[in-house]
């Protein structure tokens, strides 16, 4: 029996508090037309006092299952790419685990930053594959606001926080062995890479078994830029060939949400029209790993991403990691 994982559902998540560029300027030395032109970014959203990482993901989980018509007894795997878990543990999936009242089944975080949701993604659908889980949530959610300094205009102007959700449900049949296997809806492929020598350009300066607390972002800006145009490059070409599709087949490019300009360098390099691209980082600025699906949420609600609609997604972030997922909607 083979199983491959459909796609049933999107939900997503921002705060009520809004940042914006402007009232940004008011508290580091920086201005909107300086973030603008930059990064494409107008504003950012920010968790009220108290409200977690598990809250939003919440929020995002409970609208995403709605929309897939599955309850919390439904559900056996739930997996949170984040890198602001609420505590070093448990896991922040297992609080929502509680919290969504599901007994059974498994939850565990996973911490790749900003490639969080391509990498939850890869690890469900190989384990759906494998008949290990039959409905699960992949969700990826940030407090990011919690990491920044608020003083390094560097850093503290690009990221916001959120969460996005999906449903992944294992379903039978059109097996990579069959014709037209690439019709089919569900993920096609998931592509993922790492590469810690790197770890310098973009990291936290802190944690539970070095400084005993969170830390926060240090970055080389010009160095990540880069790696990222490089290596969403490479990883765009390597999901379509894998699937033996082209860049003209891609409905639409979902990609990771952190600054405009590295996401027109992917899309001049797909020879794609600017109408294909799922672009929200202006609503909320770099949300890591949950930047994926609230783009992809906001599409698929938008009414703009249609069944069987070929979506490329496709991230980077600290590690390095990065990373590509294929799918029809
Ligand atoms: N407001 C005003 N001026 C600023 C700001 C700011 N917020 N930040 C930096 N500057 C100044 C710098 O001090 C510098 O001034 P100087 O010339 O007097 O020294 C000048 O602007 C240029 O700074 P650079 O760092 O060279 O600016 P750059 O053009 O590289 O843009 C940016 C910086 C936007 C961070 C860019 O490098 C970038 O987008 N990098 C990718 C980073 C990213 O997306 N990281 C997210 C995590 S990884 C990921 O998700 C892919």
């Known amino acids: 029996m083979a199983y491959y994982s459909r796609l049933v559902g999107s939900g997503s998540y921002l705060p009520e508090k809004v940042l914006t560029n402007d009232q940004l300027a008011e508290l580091v030395d920086t201005s909107d037309e300086w973030i603008t032109e930059r990064t494409g970014i107008k504003q950012r959203h920010i968790a009220a006092e108290g409200q977690m990482t598990s809250d939003l993901a919440r929020e995002a989980a409970l609208k995403a299952m709605d929309y897939a018509g599955v309850k919390a007894s439904d559900i056996d795997l739930i997996v949170v790419g984040t890198t602001t878990p609420d505590d070093t543990f448990p896991a922040t999936a297992v609080k929502l685990q509680a919290q969504l009242g599901m007994t059974r089944g498994a939850a565990f975080d996973l911490q790749a930053v900003c490639s969080g949701f391509v ?197 980077m972030g600290g590690g390095l990691t990065w990373g590509a997922a294929l799918a029809r909607w």
């Not at 759906?128 to 300094?149: C, F, H, N, P, Y």
């Not at 097996?175 to 770890?199: A, K, V």
């Not at 972002?217 to 490479?234: Q, R, W, Y």
């Open 119 to 315: 990498y939850s993604l890869s690890v469900v659908d190989a384990m759906i594959k494998a008949g290990q889980a039959k409905t699960a949530l992949v969700i990826g959610a940030e407090t990011m606001s919690r990491i920044v300094d608020w003083e390094d205009r560097g850093t503290c102007v690009l990221f916001g926080d959120g969460a996005g959700a999906v449903v992944l449900r294992a379903e039978n049949g059109i097996s990579e062995n069959e014709p037209r296997w690439n019709q089919r809806r569900g993920i096609l492929s998931t592509h993922i890479h790492s590469d810690g020598t790197l770890r310098d350009i973009l990291y936290c300066d802190g944690g539970p078994s070095s400084t005993g607390d969170a830390g926060v972002i240090k970055m080389e800006g010009k160095d990540v830029f880069k790696h990222a145009v490089t290596n969403l490059s490479s990883i765009v070409g390597e999901a379509l060939s894998a699937n033996g599709l082209e860049a003209k087949d891609i409905d639409w490019l979902v990609p990771h949400q952190a600054n405009k300009r590295i996401i027109d360098g992917t899309r001049k390099k797909l020879g794609m029209d600017e109408s294909k691209i799922v672009l929200t980082v202006d609503k909320h600025a770099n949300t890591s790993a949950a930047s994926i699906p609230l783009a992809l949420d906001t599409a698929v609600r938008d009414g703009r991403i249609q069944e069987g609609d070929l979506i490329l997604m496709e991230a």
